[in-house]
């Protein structure tokens, strides 16, 4: 059977230096709950550090978490970065961190980079310059995700800073992204109005959280079997009956599944 599940897809921890000290693993978890999310993407700045320790916090609970990331392209283009394991979630951060500007990070400036377990506990800090654009193009970023297996797609594309749009006049039908993504605030009329191309798109809203207030304040509905990678695939993709939805639905409400 298909059920609605509700998602957020674009959360940060502490070791996103623009992140509150909040943001610790258990912690994301514990208010991904409260609010009523089946699932969460950990999405920090050009690093998987923390997935693990989101992963761990969330065994044995309702809550599902997916690997992924929030890239920064060489022009300052974000995008999020879903992955269907650590393994491959490692694999772009080799990529991503080979590509990364050399150089001292002055943690007083920026602020700190924090590493923890699934309790919350500091591990380590990240002294890497992680809030900086990598040293590859649009291009080269879309084609490694794929490479790597991973789910790729322009973040909160209504903003006016690291936005695709920004500094394209229109999404580049010849790159491999599986949706677009708004923020809180973007209205999706405004964008195919200003954009037609975005109508080709699934859209997803999530809340880029930088503090724990925020998760689960903007959401995406998912219709599919399981809070699992591969159905989050089929619904970008809308197959097998699978299917994105940014407006509110029944989350329990169950429909026959096409295939069996």
Same mark, same amino acid.
């Given at each position: 059977?298909?059920?609605?599940?509700?998602?957020?897809?674009?959360?940060?921890?502490?070791?996103?230096?623009?992140?509150?000290?909040?943001?610790?693993?258990?912690?994301?978890?514990?208010?991904?709950?409260?609010?009523?999310?089946?699932?969460?993407?950990?999405?920090?700045?050009?690093?998987?550090?923390?997935?693990?320790?989101? %992963? =761990? &916090? #969330?065994?044995?609970?309702?809550?599902? !978490?997916?690997?992924?990331?929030? *890239?920064?392209?060489? +022009?300052?283009?974000?995008?999020?970065?879903?992955?269907?394991? %650590? =393994? &491959? #979630?490692?694999?772009?951060?080799?990529? !991503?961190?080979?590509?990364?500007? *050399?150089?001292?990070? +002055?943690?007083?400036?920026?602020?700190?980079?924090?590493?923890?377990?699934?309790?919350?506990?500091?591990?380590?800090?990240?002294?890497?310059m992680l809030i900086l654009g990598i040293q590859a193009s649009?291009?080269e970023v879309a084609d490694q995700a794929v490479a790597c297996?991973?789910?790729?797609?322009?973040?909160?594309?209504?903003?006016?800073?690291?936005?695709?749009?920004?500094?394209?006049?229109?999404?580049?039908?010849?790159?491999?992204?599986?949706?677009?993504?708004?923020?809180?605030?973007?209205?999706?009329?405004?964008?195919?109005?200003?954009?037609?191309?975005?109508?080709?798109?699934?859209?997803?809203?999530?809340?880029?959280?930088?503090?724990?207030?925020?998760?689960?304040?903007?959401?995406?509905?998912?219709?599919?079997?399981?809070?699992?990678?591969?159905?989050?695939?089929?619904?970008?993709?809308?197959?097998?009956?699978?299917?994105v939805s940014i407006e509110p639905v029944r989350s329990q409400?169950?429909?026959?599944?096409?295939?069996?």
């Open positions: 059977m298909l059920r609605w599940y509700t998602a957020d897809l674009h959360v940060h921890t502490v070791l996103s230096a623009c992140a509150e000290l909040s943001m610790g693993p258990k912690d994301i978890v514990l208010a991904a709950i409260d609010h009523g999310l089946d699932l969460i993407a950990i999405t920090d700045h050009n690093s998987i550090e923390n997935v693990h320790a989101v %992963l =761990t &916090a #969330a065994k044995g609970t309702t809550l599902s !978490v997916i690997p992924g990331m929030e *890239v920064s392209t060489a +022009d300052k283009i974000h995008l999020v970065v879903l992955f269907p394991d %650590l =393994t &491959a #979630a490692a694999e772009f951060q080799n990529f !991503v961190y080979s590509r990364l500007p *050399v150089g001292h990070y +002055d943690e007083e400036l920026y602020g700190p980079q924090i590493v923890c377990d699934q309790h919350d506990h500091i591990v380590d800090t990240n002294h890497k649009l291009d297996g991973g789910l790729i797609y322009p973040a909160h594309i209504d903003r006016s800073a690291y936005s695709i749009l920004n500094k394209y006049p229109s999404i580049p039908a010849e790159l491999p992204f599986v949706a677009v993504e708004l923020s809180a605030h973007g209205s999706p009329a405004q964008m195919i109005a200003q954009h037609p191309e975005v109508a080709n798109y699934p859209m997803v809203f999530a809340s880029d959280a930088h503090d724990i207030s925020a998760i689960g304040s903007t959401v995406t509905h998912f219709l599919m079997r399981s809070p699992t990678f591969s159905e989050i695939k089929k619904a970008f993709y809308a197959e097998q009956g699978r299917r409400q169950a429909f026959h599944d096409p295939v069996p």
